[in-house]
């Protein structure tokens, strides 16, 4: 019996000195955190390769500038929660390849260094059905912060895909139409509710969500949600009457928000209660065919050459084969992301031809005959 009591004696002073390992620890990460100006956020997206889409930078710079202060005023000034701006959940809409998921990416992993987890919410269903439950993101979220709870409540949750939570009730046609199921839905959609909100959920921290495995109680209070979605088809609910509302029109909005707005989403398939929990809604344009050049110059093609550099050749792509790759882009609508499928084929077969072959040379990409060409010399 006096083991027994020694044990959980023991255990008890054991997590209590785990706990206090993880409290200091994560103190120090606020105080590294860069606290730096929105200005200062957006000039190192574009450091960092991010083109297009300036308004939405400056969304979601703000938006990440607040999260920090946010954080710093809570835990190292002591300031009172409810004397502070509740945390700000963004709605992003765009077509495929816009930058919407990538914003995310280098804002919260790359530059502030945050527990960042970006769930395709497609895999999730109710809670009691077959699949992943709502709570499978926080869980990941506690991995990305390596156990450390205190880390995994300043996290960042980016819903992808988003759109594909509407109820199977939605009006507008988009691939899959009529074969969602509620489980999937509208059940998710509500099990998101609180969570966005910011409530305290219980997290298994296991994946198999095992009846005896070890679960923890995390707050949500200071995890910004940002949800990602192309929304296909919801240009078709902009008309009323022949008038066209909503999205683009910034008369007559409440809290980053146009009443039409809501309707219109709510049209698509979502719940008000659940669109209620976004402050603020960032619009992504399709990006042009010049941004499209820029990012394959600045961000792709660099990687390339240094590939070819490193196996003692020059790669070379000239400006026809980079209009060819950026108008393939356009006329299928894959945003960036469709610039390296376009050169993927020319380059590899290139890199077939020549990678150690024992010999300086230069390889040319060109467009020809409707396609890209490589040629090689030397």
């Known amino acids: 019996m006096l083991d027994q009591t020694q044990q959980a004696t023991d255990e008890v002073a054991r997590v209590s000195q785990a706990l206090k390992e993880a409290k200091a620890k994560f103190k120090t990460f606020v105080e590294n955190m860069p606290l730096l100006s929105p200005k200062a956020i957006d000039a190192m997206l574009q450091a960092l390769g991010y083109r297009g889409q300036e308004q939405q930078r400056k969304t979601l710079a703000l938006m990440a500038y607040r999260h920090i202060r946010r954080i710093k005023r809570l835990h190292l000034e002591s300031k009172e929660r409810r004397s ?3 945390k700000q959940n963004v709605l992003m809409l765009g077509p495929t390849g816009c930058g919407k998921t990538f914003l995310v990416e280098l804002l919260f992993n790359n530059i502030f260094k945050l527990p960042t987890v970006i769930v395709d919410v497609t895999s999730l269903t109710e809670s009691g059905y077959v699949g992943d439950d709502a709570r499978t993101m926080l869980t990941r979220l506690v991995s990305a912060a390596e156990g450390n709870l205190f880390l995994a409540s300043c996290g960042v949750i980016c819903l992808d895909e988003f759109d594909k939570l509407a109820s199977a009730s939605s009006n507008a046609r988009f691939a899959g139409q009529g074969t969602t199921k509620d489980v999937s839905g509208y059940g998710v959609q509500r099990e998101l509710l609180a969570m966005i909100e910011g409530r305290n959920i219980v997290v298994p921290l296991d994946y198999g969500f095992s009846a ?6 995390l707050s949500t209070q200071d995890i910004p949600f940002v949800a990602c979605g ?9 008309r009323v009457d022949g008038k066209k509302y909503g999205f683009g029109n910034e008369e007559n909005r409440e809290n980053g928000f146009a009443a039409e707005e809501v309707g219109v989403l709510q049209k698509y398939g979502f719940m008000p209660e659940l669109l209620g ?3 603020r809604i960032a619009r992504f344009n399709k990006l042009s065919g010049e941004t499209l050049r820029v990012i ?5 093609l660099p990687r390339f050459k ?7 050749m020059e790669l070379v792509i000239t400006d026809e084969a980079l209009a060819h790759v950026v108008k393939s882009a356009e006329r299928r609508n894959t945003g960036a992301r469709g610039l390296e499928a376009e050169l993927t084929f020319a380059i590899e077969h290139a890199a077939y031809e020549t990678f150690m072959s024992n010999a300086a040379a230069k390889v040319v990409i060109t467009a020809q005959n409707g396609g890209l060409q490589s040629e090689y010399f030397g």
Do not use: K
Not at 296 to 300: A, I, K, Q, R, S
Not at 306 to 312: A, D, M, P
């Open 230 to 238: 192309a929304f296909s088809g919801i240009e078709e609910l902009h």
């Open 277 to 279: 929990r976004f402050s």
């Open 212 to 217: 005896y495995g070890p679960r923890v109680e």
């Open 296 to 300: 394959l110059c600045d961000n792709l």
């Open 84 to 86: 502070l701006p509740t």
């Open 306 to 312: 240094q590939e070819f550099h490193e196996e003692g």
